[in-house]
């Protein structure tokens, strides 16, 4: 009692809490059985509708309140449906009357004779259209037979707007509960229709006066109801249905909201066929209650779906734009025109395009307006790359670039950028060298990298380095090498921010010097060896001011390739030389995906990849035999490594299988046109004594590691160690040499020693020794089988 007087003077948030503790009222009063409170609760919230002191709060209320009556509606369908229950089974979903017992029928019965018995009008039709459903319970026809009656009912409400909700909600519970009685929904629409003049009327006026609203307000509270009653209307409706409604919206004078939810009801390929009739109709609409840019608006999201006949496309354009470029007000203008940019970009080509795109700046720039509608211009540039993916077209539109000036807020400046370098990455097929878009590209870059800063989160700048390394990627000025170097050179000082971006300019640097000797076919010219060594000299700036130590190592030893490829000896040393200077600045731990790792197992890899190159660069005549290895060898030495790690030893025993390979004479692999140490030396007896003399020092060091590892709790790393190095000096060592066939047995009685060797890969390495003995010149391997051991775990 007394809900409506609590809710007077409520606020809005107060009110729609107050409706949603209304709505859980009534589903405790259901729960516990008080089935009259809960019909009350709801009775006096249906009250509410006729209520509309505050006239623009009426559609929400509206909301609110059907909420609660269509709680009601289920909770009283379904119990009723679990009367029908019978020995526990329920009822199929299209049964008939006959199914129902009697007792759910009278039920269901004494429901609908207690609504009958509410005094007033309007809570008597919402509380009966919301359990319309449960007309099913009764006979077949209690659906087909209540829908004109509640539509006549509500003739008799005498307020327009309470009366156009009150059939939007009979329409929908219509739809929800017998769709294929489409009849009464055209019965519902067309008592609108003749009812509609009532809005002029001097009770409506009044009370408009009274709550200072303006018509063309008032009148939006409409679109809601007449938007849905529409819908239902034109839910699979054939297109004869929207000739009937353009006649009965032409006898009401062409009244301009009515139009507006035609076009938003219909199927947008209706609309469109008859464009230009729309277009008549919209003229000769009374533009005092709502304006006519929304008709066009509404009429363009139409045309945004759905083609116009082809020979009326331009016409509907140019009737459209007159109307838009008139709009006083910049907020109305880029409304419409935004709708209407996507109809000109679908249909026309670039002087269209750039005609509107020139007549939004004009509109938006004056006073700043355009500070107030970055969501309509942001939606402006998509569509125009939605339909332009030919990029020397778009930036030849005179008006593009001064377009993207508008965006002077730096955030949205730069999600804008960042669509259009992603529309180019994805539909730019073929790489470009065209200048128009390599200097519009470049300024859309430049701003994108501009913004990064402090506060920049590294996903962002990940994403801002993809995109302009994709825009990187595509440009290729053919033949012309020196153009190719000169737009990286610029690049690179563009994007110096952007740690990614340099990464990429250095492998575009060096893929550019290896197709430089690709076409050369690997005979440098001095022009070419020029080109080349400045390629080389890029790189060797351009690294150092990286911040990953690993990126700088990989990229050190990658370019040194790259310039031993093209036989740039003195600067291939100085690529490797700092490599070797850097390896002593990795730290111990290192953030990989935003995670800290030990860098050992990253430095490991490098370190083998480094050996595998070391091979084939030739000694510098001026620093001795091997002084790469061994200035790597002291580096190595001097690092601190971590206690319980055996990296050392197996970087040393990395460096055998490289002195190893060394000590051939012909190396298994060369670089074309770079003599190796192979031919340098050709197997001097001196270059051989200094490779072993290096051998038994790093043999030293390694012996000397496994004595530390003679402690209970390292034992197990020993034997592995000790087999591993076995499996070395196996499969790399001269083992006719006494002193490394007794080091060899040593390692294995020593692998086994505590019995934490691995039996099985030690009988397939004995298994491999016994098979290797009877190939030719092999047969020390017998007798190496016969002092190699097996012993059991027992």
């Known amino acids: 009692q007394g809900s409506q007087k609590e809710l007077l003077n409520l606020t809005q948030q107060d009110y729609m809490n107050r409706i949603e503790e209304l709505n859980q009222s009534l589903k405790d009063a259901w729960s516990s059985d008080q089935k009259v409170k809960a019909l009350k609760i709801v009775i006096q919230c249906s009250k509410l509708l006729s209520d509309t002191t505050v006239i623009q709060f009426y559609p929400s209320k509206f909301v609110l309140i059907t909420d609660i009556l269509d709680t009601f509606g289920k909770l009283v369908y379904e119990r009723i449906l679990s009367m029908c229950m019978d020995n526990r089974v329920s009822l199929p ?120 609203v303006e018509i063309p307000l008032y009148l939006t509270l409409y679109s809601p109801a007449i938007d849905w009653i529409l819908q239902c209307i034109a839910y699979r409706a054939p297109e004869v249905l929207l000739t009937e409604m353009m006649e009965r919206c032409k006898k009401l004078g062409n009244n301009a909201l009515l139009l507006n939810s035609v076009m938003s009801a219909f199927r947008a390929e209706f609309i469109a066929a008859r464009s230009m009739d729309f277009i008549g109709m919209i003229k000769e609409c009374d533009e005092s209650g709502f304006p006519k840019h929304l008709l066009f608006r509404s009429l363009g999201l139409n ?256 370019s040194g390739q790259v310039a031993l490829a093209n036989q740039c000896l003195s600067q291939a040393d100085a690529f490797f030389k700092a490599a070797v200077s850097l390896v002593p600045e990795v730290p111990k731990m290192i953030s990989v995906d935003g995670k800290m790792r030990p860098s050992d197992a990253f430095l490991l890899e490098f370190l083998c990849n480094f050996f595998s190159t070391l091979l084939v660069v030739p000694d510098h005549p001026e620093q001795g035999v091997l002084f790469l290895v061994r200035g790597l060898l002291n580096v190595i030495q001097d690092y601190t490594w971590e206690d319980n790690s055996d990296d050392k030893v197996r970087i040393y025993t990395n460096v055998l299988h490289l002195l190893s390979a060394m000590t051939q004479e012909a190396y298994i692999y060369h670089v074309d046109k770079v003599d190796s140490n192979d031919n340098l030396y050709g197997g001097d007896s001196k270059f051989l004594a200094e490779v072993n003399k290096l051998c038994e020092t790093v043999i030293a060091q390694i012996l000397d590691h496994l004595k530390t590892l003679g402690k209970e709790e390292t034992l197990k790393r020993q034997s592995q160690l000790a087999l591993y190095f076995f499996n070395t000096i196996l499969a790399h060592g001269d083992l006719r040499n006494n002193k490394l066939n007794q080091l060899s047995v040593n390692l294995w009685n020593l692998a086994q020693k505590h019995g934490f060797a691995d039996t099985k890969t030690m009988v397939k390495t004995l298994e491999y020794i016994k098979r290797r003995s009877k190939q030719p010149e092999m047969s020390h391997f017998t007798d190496l089988a016969l002092r190699l051991p097996l012993q059991s775990r027992t």
Request: positive net charge; proline residues 4%.
């Open 93 to 212: 979903d299209n049964f008939s009357p006959e199914c129902v017992n009697d007792t759910a029928k009278e039920t269901c019965l004494n429901w609908f004779f207690k609504i009958a018995s509410i005094r007033e009008l309007i809570p008597r039709f919402y509380v009966e259209a919301a359990i319309l459903k449960c007309n099913k319970f009764l006979s077949k026809t209690g659906i087909s037979e209540c829908l004109p009656r509640l539509t006549s009912m509500i003739r008799g409400i005498g307020d327009p707007l309470v009366a156009v909700y009150a059939r939007a909600y009979l329409c929908r519970v219509g739809m929800e509960v017998a769709p294929q009685l489409k009849e009464s929904l055209n019965k519902n629409f067309f008592d609108f229709l003749l009812t509609f003049k009532q809005i002029h009327g001097d009770t409506v006026q009044n009370q408009l006066v009274v709550q200072c």
């Open 303 to 558: 045309l945004a779906l759905a083609d116009p006949p082809e020979n009326g496309r331009l016409q509907i354009l140019n009737e459209a734009w007159k109307v838009i470029t008139k709009l006083k007000n910049p907020q109305d203008y880029i409304n419409c025109a935004e709708v209407w940019v996507e109809y000109t970009c679908r249909h026309f080509k670039k002087r269209e395009v750039n005609t509107v795109l020139a007549d939004v700046i004009k509109h938006m720039t004056p006073d700043r307006a355009f500070e107030d509608a970055y969501p309509q211009l942001q939606s402006i540039i998509h569509k125009v790359i939605t339909y332009i993916h030919d990029f020397s077209l778009l930036f030849s539109v005179e008006k593009f670039l001064p377009f993207l000036d508008m965006f002077q807020k730096e955030n949205v400046r730069v999600e804008v950028c960042k669509c259009i370098m992603e529309s180019f990455i994805k539909h730019q097929q073929e790489s470009t060298k065209d200048p128009v878009i390599l200097n519009a590209l470049l300024h859309i870059c430049k701003t994108m990298h501009d913004s990064v800063n402090a506060l920049t989160l590294e996903d962002e700048k990940r994403m801002l380095a993809a995109l302009i390394n994709g825009f990187i990627k595509m440009v290729s000025f053919g033949r012309d090498f020196e153009q190719q170097l000169s737009f990286y050179v610029e690049a690179r000082s563009m994007f110096c921010n952007l740690e990614p971006v340099l990464v990429q300019l250095i492998h575009s640097v060096n893929q550019l010097a290896m197709e430089t000797r690709k076409v050369m076919k690997g005979n440098h010219s001095r022009k070419t060896a020029a080109f080349v060594r400045a390629c080389v000299a890029f790189c060797f700036i351009t690294i150092p001011s990286l911040s990953s130590i690993f990126t700088r190592l990989n990229l050190y030893l990658h």
